[in-house]
T-cell receptor, first 116, second 114 residues
């Protein structure tokens, strides 16, 4: 079973609408939880990084939340645009004391399509 | 500041061959990590190099290897290619100091094994 599960697998919304993507993780402990946006054929681009002690982090129209008690994170996209069409990936980083470095655990992603 | 550069962008090989992929990190970044992305498995960690030393390794067979040079550039090698090695190979870099810093990805090398 994947240690980072994302839902929904895919989503279609109309331009201008809001949406929320979910991430459930079992990786514990961890140093931070990240959300990435990946356009087709490109590498992932960092949207937000939250440490285990943070509850929310914003980056423009993107707002990520983290509930360490329930091991859930969400990414809320406000006033969606056509350019938001991409795959959104939830990523958990190992604790620094493990020396895990970039041995990240990735979710399988949510494929978002924004239509007119 | 130039981003992470990966070459080549596309590669077609046949089973049994070997391949070498290259990654140039952002200037000043000493940590380079490699990931494999497939439609079925998603992104998976291959290995990480820091100051020419392998710091971490994922759960991949020994056919997958890498190295890092003194200028932080890194190469990844896959020997005896199998059909299942077809994937997007992504390289990422950061300064290397343990922190919550961003990881910067390149655009990847799309490898097709026929």
């Amino acid at each position: 079973k994947n240690q980072v599960e994302q839902s929904p697998q895919s989503l279609i919304i109309l331009e201008g609408k809001n949406c929320t993507l979910q991430c459930n993780y079992t990786v514990s402990p961890f140093s931070n939880l990240r959300w990435y946006k990946q356009d087709t054929g490109r590498g992932p681009v960092s949207l937000t990084i939250m440490t285990f002690s943070e509850n929310t982090k914003s980056n423009g129209r993107y707002t990520a939340t983290l509930d360490a008690d329930t091991k859930q994170s969400s990414l809320h996209i406000t006033a969606s645009q056509l350019s938001d069409s991409a795959s959104y990936i939830c990523v958990v980083s190992p604790p620094f004391f493990t020396g895990g470095g970039n041995k990240l655990t990735f979710g399988t992603g949510t494929q978002l399509k924004v239509e007119l | 500041k130039a981003g992470v550069t990966q070459t080549p962008r596309y590669l077609i090989k046949t089973r049994g061959q070997q391949v070498t992929l290259s990654c140039s990190p952002i200037s000043g970044h000493r940590s380079v990590s490699w990931y494999q992305q497939t439609p079925g498995q998603g992104l998976q960690f291959l290995f990480e190099y820091f100051s020419e030393t392998q710091r971490n390794k994922g759960n991949f067979p020994g056919r997958f290897s890498g190295r890092q040079f003194s200028n932080s550039r890194s190469e990844m090698n896959v020997s005896t290619l199998e059909l299942g090695d077809s994937a997007l190979y992504l390289c990422a870099s950061r300064t290397g100091v343990p922190s919550n810093e961003k990881l910067f990805f390149g655009s990847g090398t799309q490898l097709s094994v026929l």
